[in-house]
């Protein structure tokens, strides 16, 4: 098995985001993608080289390149390596689909804290330890 393409970075809490991934990890037979949620109790923002705050308020992917991706870039890095999306990939890259897009993801970003959480035994609060 070759190194992960990509590596996800998740809020496994998040009821919809959660949904949405394992509809991804499904599809993802070729493991092209390592799975990151972070709200796991041993997931650490700084040994992962990324911002604490911020990857709990947008979608962040990074590729092998060490590249990061965020908001809708994240998910159109998701697309191009799951196969069955590339289309989709390639739609949302369009520049006049892209704005639409870019603001839909913004109101859900701004929304997501106050969705419903699934709950854990880790957790609690709906927080877990971090």
């Known amino acids: 098995m070759e190194a992960p393409v ?3 970075y998740f809020d496994g809490l998040c009821r919809v985001c959660s949904r949405e991934i394992e509809h991804y ?6 493991e092209a993608v390592r799975w ?3 709200t796991e109790s041993t997931f ?3 040994q992962e080289g990324l911002d604490p705050q911020a990857i709990h308020r947008v979608m962040h992917v990074k590729d092998a390149e060490g590249k990061l991706h965020t908001e809708v870039g994240a998910f159109i890095a ?5 196969p069955g ?7 949302a890259s369009w520049k006049p689909i892209r704005p639409f897009l870019d603001f839909g993801y913004h109101v859900f970003a701004r929304i997501r804290p106050y969705l419903p959480k ?3 035994p880790d957790c609690t ?3 877990c330890p971090i």
């Open 6 to 8: 990509l590596t996800v």
């Open 25 to 30: 990890r499904r599809k993802d037979r070729a």
């Open 36 to 38: 990151v949620d972070i």
């Open 44 to 46: 650490s923002a700084e």
């Open 78 to 82: 998701i697309w191009k390596v799951i």
């Open 85 to 91: 999306f590339r289309p989709l990939a390639h739609a």
């Open 118 to 120: 699934k709950k854990r």
């Open 125 to 127: 609060d709906g927080r």
